[in-house]
């Protein structure tokens, strides 16, 4: 089966991680990585993260645009550099390359420009793509149908010089209707990679939703999960709980077909027998 092409924005801190787990996913190849400096050391993503071969050919921001895009074809861009990522967009849109946009926080208008290209592509957008903090999202907002008088609050922890609010519990709480400004509460120590609390407070118990990504790599893993639904999706704008929406309906289906068969066969069985005593 031919292997999904990747094209990834941003070798930073998280880019890394993810271009390592795209790099071992027999599924993908990782074409290139965009850069805002031209690399000195290496040229290959894989020689940087010390694997085998040569994945993801290492290039400056600088380079990118149709031509590029044309003459270094991918399938889907993964973008986990910062806002400015969301410039190179259109002429990618323009060729159908889909995009999956990980910027955990856009300037305003962006979010209309990214639903723009949706017309064009499929464009997923996901602040935390973990599937982890996706599936408490679904969940906290069944708990606050459920217990609609519950004081509500969030907790969001990471690495120390993270300067800005966490764009997760920003989603979360606009997802909640909760006060951006006195419903999330920021812890920043250490090096806490991400970890996001939803407290429900009734009078006479607390419900805590958690969710803590140990490493970056749970970043690539939730990009691959993104990718090999969006590679099938049409033109549109989505988000991680579409995917896993869809995944639970996949399942559902074949659940049904399974137990459909498995009556069938029973019947059929059932028949025979009977059939032996007439
Ligand atoms: N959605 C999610 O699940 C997650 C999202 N994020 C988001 O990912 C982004 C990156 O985070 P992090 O890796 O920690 O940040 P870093 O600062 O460590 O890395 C940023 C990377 O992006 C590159 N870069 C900056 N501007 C551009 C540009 N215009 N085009 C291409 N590359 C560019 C930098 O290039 P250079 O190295 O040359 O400076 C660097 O490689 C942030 O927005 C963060 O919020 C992070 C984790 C999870
Ligand atoms: O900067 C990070 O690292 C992260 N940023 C995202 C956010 O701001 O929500 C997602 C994740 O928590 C890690």
């Given amino acids: 089966m031919n292997k999904i092409k990747i094209g990834l924005f941003g070798f930073g ?22 850069k805002r400096s031209a690399s000195e050391d290496f ?26 895009f044309t003459n270094n074809p991918v399938d889907i861009i993964v973008d986990f550099s910062d806002t400015s990522g969301v410039n190179y967009y259109a002429p990618a849109a323009d060729l159908g390359i889909k995009i999956i946009s990980a910027i955990s926080q856009y300037e305003s208008g962006d979010m209309e420009y990214l639903k723009n290209l949706g017309l064009k ?18 969940a906290a907002q069944i708990f606050q149908n459920i217990l609609p008088h519950a004081d509500i609050e969030i907790i969001e922890e990471h690495f ?78 989505y988000c991680m709980e579409d ?20 009556s069938n066969y029973l019947q059929q069985f059932k028949n025979k027998i009977l059939g032996l005593f007439k």
């Fill in 13 to 34: 801190k998280t880019g890394k991680l993810v271009a390592h787990e795209f790099i071992n996913n027999e599924s993908f190849e990782l074409v290139w990585v965009a």
């Fill in 43 to 68: 040229i290959f993503a894989s020689d940087a993260l010390g694997l085998k071969g040569q994945s993801g050919k290492i290039v400056p921001i600088s380079e990118i645009n149709k031509e590029f």
């Fill in 121 to 138: 592509t499929a464009v997923l957008y996901s602040p935390n793509i973990t599937i982890g903090i996706n599936l408490i999202l679904m």
């Fill in 160 to 237: 120390r010089n993270k300067n800005e609010v966490s764009g997760t519990a920003k989603k979360i709480a606009d997802t909640l209707g909760l006060d951006e400004e006195t419903q999330i509460n920021s812890i920043r120590v250490g090096g806490i990679v991400g970890k996001h609390e939803v407290i429900f407070g009734l009078p006479n118990q607390t419900i805590r939703l958690t969710h803590e990504s140990i490493s970056k790599a749970a970043f690539g893993q939730g990009a691959i999960f993104a990718a090999k639904w969006l590679i099938n999706a049409g033109p549109g704008l």
């Fill in 243 to 262: 995917v896993i929406k869809n995944r639970v309906k996949e399942q559902l289906l074949e659940k049904q077909m399974e137990e459909k068969a498995s």
